[in-house]
C-alpha cells in the first residue's frame, strides 16, 4: 500500500512582496491552483514579486507601513503617508491598535474602504473624530482618484464570522450572561476598578488568551431623559417604530457630539449660533470647549434649538461595542470568562460624566441578565507556541488583565516556560489587584517573579519603567534566554516609557549604542518577541 505525501507548502508570492501573511497565503493559494500541482513550482524573485505586486494592486505601493505604531499622533502618520497611494493613507489615518473594533485589522479596514465594500467610515473607535474625520476627506478623493486594482481579500475570519457563528463578529454577536462583580480597589482608593464575571455556556463561546471580548452596552437612563428633555420631545416618539427613549438607550452614541449634529443644528439656526455650529461641524473649536461636547453638552450650549427628534437620531452616530482585554483563560474555567474594568467618571463643569461600557458593568446590569457579546480575536498578541519559552509581562493598572489570563492559563497547561511580571498603580495598601492570586502562583512557582512599583507610596513618583531599569540586568539575561516582552496598557505615556525603558537596558547591559539598542527592539517587534495590547 503507497503512502501519500502529504501535499506540499507552495511559496509564489515571496516574504518580500508587500501582503499581510494572510494576503500572501490566499495568494499562494489562488497561484498554485493555476498550476499541475504535480510540476515543480519556484517562487517568485522579489523583482517578479513587486512585478506580481504592481500589477495586483495598480499603484505600486511597497506595501511598507512606517507610521503602524499606535503611540504616534496621527499628524505624523500622515506626514510619513504623504505621497502614498489613498488606500495606504487612509491606512495611516487608522490608530494602529489592530484592535478589531472595528471588525478588522487597521490595513484591511482600509483596504475595504478603498475598495467601496465597506461604506463605515466610523468604525475606529480609538481613532475617534480624528480619524473618522481624516477618512471623509479622503473617502471624498476616491472618485477624483483613478481607480486602482486592490485584491478583495476579506479580513481573516470576519465575512465567514459574520455569516456563520454566532459571538464570532461584532456583526453577528451572541447573548452571553452577567454573572457578578467584585470591586478590587480597597476602601481608600481613588480608583474603582470591578472584577467582571460572565457565563458563555449558553452562547458557547470559547476563546483564547490574548482575545478580546466585545460588549454592546446601553446608555445611562438618566442621560437619557435630560437629552428628551432638552429636545422638547416625549420619550414615547416614535423612531421607525420604536420609542425615543429605547432608540436613545440602546442604538445610538451620546458622546463625543458628531460633527453631522452640529451640521443639523446649522441648518436650524441662524447668525452667531449658526456659525459657531458649521464651525464646530469642521473641526474647528470657536469657544475651546469643543473636546468637552457630548450630544447633552451640544444641545445645552444650543439651547435654543430643538431639532426634530426623527431628524436629531439621524444626525447622530451608530453606538459602538467596547472592546476589553480578557483577564482569564478558558483553559482554566471553561465556560467563563472575566473583564477588569476601571469605571470612569469624572466631572466636566457641574455635570458628571460617566463611561459607557465601563459604568455599564459596574452599577447598570445585574447577574443573570443578558447583552450582546462577541470574541475578537487577537492580531499578533498571544502566548509563544513553545511553552518552554520564558515570558516578560509588563501592565500597570488593568493592564494586568491579559496577563492574568496568560499566568492561569500557564499554570492550566502546565507550561514549563519561566513568568515574570510587572505590575503597578498608585498605592500598594488599596490597589494590588488579585494579591492572593499572584502570590500564590508565586509560592508554587507558576509565577517565577513579581516586580512592582507604586506612584503613590513615596515621596517620589515610581513606576513599572523604572523598576524596569532597576532590574535591568537580570531582564536582559532573560531577553538574551529568548523570552518574549509583553506590554498592556496606555499607548500615549506608558507605553513609550516601557519601550524607551528596554531600549536604555539593551544599551547598557547588551553592549549597544542607543540606534543598536532602538534596531535590536525594532528586531524584537518583527519577530513577534515584542507584543503589544495599548489603548
Not at 503512502?3 to 499581510?20: D, V
Not at 470568562?337 to 466636566?348: F, K, W
Not at 532602538?518 to 519577530?527: P, S, T
Request: with cysteine.
Amino acid at each position: 500500500m503507497n503512502q501519500m505525501s502529504p501535499a506540499p507548502n507552495f511559496e509564489i508570492i515571496p516574504e518580500t512582496a508587500p501582503f499581510s501573511p494572510e494576503q500572501r497565503s490566499w495568494l499562494n493559494g489562488f497561484f498554485a491552483g493555476l498550476v499541475s500541482l504535480d510540476n515543480a513550482v519556484t517562487p517568485l524573485s522579489p523583482e517578479q514579486g513587486a512585478a506580481v505586486m504592481k500589477e495586483a494592486t495598480g499603484d505600486g505601493d511597497d506595501g511598507e507601513a512606517p507610521w503602524h505604531d499606535q503611540t504616534m499622533p496621527i499628524a505624523e502618520r500622515m506626514k510619513l503617508a504623504e505621497g502614498r497611494p489613498l488606500r495606504r493613507r487612509m491606512m495611516a489615518a487608522m490608530a494602529q491598535q489592530d484592535c478589531g473594533q472595528c471588525g478588522y485589522n487597521c490595513h484591511d479596514y482600509s483596504e475595504v474602504i478603498a475598495n467601496k465594500s465597506e461604506a463605515r467610515l466610523n468604525l475606529c473607535v480609538p481613532g475617534g473624530k480624528e480619524t473618522a474625520r481624516m477618512l471623509k476627506s479622503l473617502y471624498e478623493e476616491l472618485d477624483k482618484t483613478p481607480a486602482a486594482v486592490v485584491p478583495a481579500i476579506p479580513a481573516p475570519g470576519v465575512a465567514a464570522a459574520s455569516a456563520g457563528e454566532a459571538g464570532r463578529s461584532r456583526d453577528n454577536p451572541a447573548k452571553a450572561s452577567f454573572l457578578s462583580r467584585r470591586l478590587l480597589n480597597k476602601s481608600g482608593s481613588d480608583k474603582e476598578t470591578w472584577h467582571i464575571e460572565f457565563d458563555l455556556e449558553q452562547a458557547g463561546l470559547d476563546y483564547v488568551v490574548g482575545d478580546s471580548f466585545g460588549v454592546f452596552a446601553r446608555n445611562d437612563l438618566g442621560l437619557v431623559d435630560q437629552i428628551i428633555a432638552m429636545l422638547g420631545a416625549s420619550h414615547m416618539t416614535e423612531i421607525n417604530g420604536k420609542p425615543l427613549r429605547d432608540v436613545l438607550l440602546n442604538d445610538v452614541s451620546l458622546s463625543p457630539a458628531p460633527d453631522t449634529l452640529f451640521e443639523l443644528i446649522s441648518f436650524v439656526t441662524g447668525g452667531a449660533q449658526r456659525e459657531k455650529a458649521r464651525a464646530l461641524a469642521h473641526g474647528d473649536d470657536p469657544d475651546g470647549d469643543a473636546a468637552n461636547l457630548d450630544v447633552l453638552a451640544a444641545l445645552q450650549k444650543f439651547s435654543g434649538v430643538r431639532p426634530h427628534p426623527e431628524a436629531f437620531i439621524e444626525a447622530l452616530e451608530p453606538l459602538q461595542p467596547r472592546l476589553y482585554s480578557i483577564s482569564s483563560s478558558n483553559n482554566a474555567t471553561p465556560g467563563r470568562l472575566s473583564l477588569t474594568v476601571d469605571a470612569v467618571r469624572y466631572v466636566i463643569g457641574k455635570r458628571k460624566r460617566l463611561g459607557l461600557a465601563s459604568t455599564f458593568l459596574a452599577e447598570r446590569i445585574n447577574p443573570g441578565d443578558q447583552l450582546d457579546v462577541y470574541v475578537q480575536k487577537a492580531h499578533g498578541f498571544g502566548l509563544p507556541q513553545d511553552p518552554n519559552t520564558p515570558i516578560i509581562m509588563i501592565g500597570p493598572g488593568t493592564g494586568i488583565a491579559p496577563f492574568r489570563a496568560f499566568l492561569h492559563d500557564r499554570q492550566a497547561t502546565k507550561a514549563p516556560g519561566r513568568n515574570w511580571l510587572f505590575f503597578g498603580h498608585q498605592r500598594s495598601d488599596y490597589d494590588f489587584f488579585y494579591a492572593d492570586e499572584l502570590n500564590a502562583m508565586k509560592a508554587s512557582g507558576v509565577l517565577t517573579r513579581l516586580s512592582l512599583a507604586w506612584s503613590r507610596d513615596g515621596a517620589e513618583k515610581f513606576y513599572v519603567q523604572d523598576r524596569m531599569r532597576e532590574v535591568g540586568r537580570e531582564l536582559w539575561t532573560w531577553l538574551a534566554d529568548g523570552a518574549h516582552v509583553y506590554v498592556c496598557g496606555d499607548a500615549k505615556r506608558m507605553a513609550k516609557d516601557v519601550e524607551r525603558a528596554l531600549v536604555d537596558i539593551a544599551a547598557q547591559f547588551g553592549a549597544r549604542t542607543t540606534d543598536e539598542a532602538i534596531a535590536y527592539v525594532a528586531d524584537l517587534k518583527k519577530k513577534g518577541r515584542y507584543q503589544q495590547d495599548v489603548y
